[in-house]
């Protein structure tokens, strides 16, 4: 059971920039798939961002060219890069194994002026 810890969320102003981070337990270059996903009150969590061993990506429509998913191997870490964050971005940020059903605890992002 791979265990997963997510940081680097916060409180930013529109059109500002965060990083997360995904520390996982396990080598993530044996993990078939990873994805960033959110979930803001009172809606479902919705997948945001996923990058394969193979090295493909696939963003959902509403970060396309302001998000970027990446991994460094080494480190056993994932990481989702935003970019020009929007209010409706404000979420709980969660990372996990595409494949797997169980969920860390997440990572606030607030963007608000």
């Known amino acids: 059971q791979v265990q997963l810890v997510e940081s680097g969320g916060g409180l930013v102003q529109p059109g500002g920039s965060l990083r997360l981070s995904c520390a996982a337990s396990v080598s993530i270059s044996s993990i078939v798939a990873m994805g960033w996903y959110r979930q803001a009150p009172g809606k479902q969590r919705e997948l945001v961002a996923i990058t394969a061993r193979s090295g493909a990506t696939n963003y959902a429509d509403f970060v396309k060219g302001r998000f970027t998913i990446s991994r460094d191997n080494a480190k056993n870490t994932v990481y989702l890069q935003m970019n020009n964050l929007k209010p409706e971005d404000t979420a709980v940020y969660y990372c996990?194994?595409?494949?797997?059903?169980?969920w860390g605890q997440g990572t606030q992002v607030t963007v608000s002026s």
């Open positions: 996990k194994d595409v494949n797997s059903p169980y």
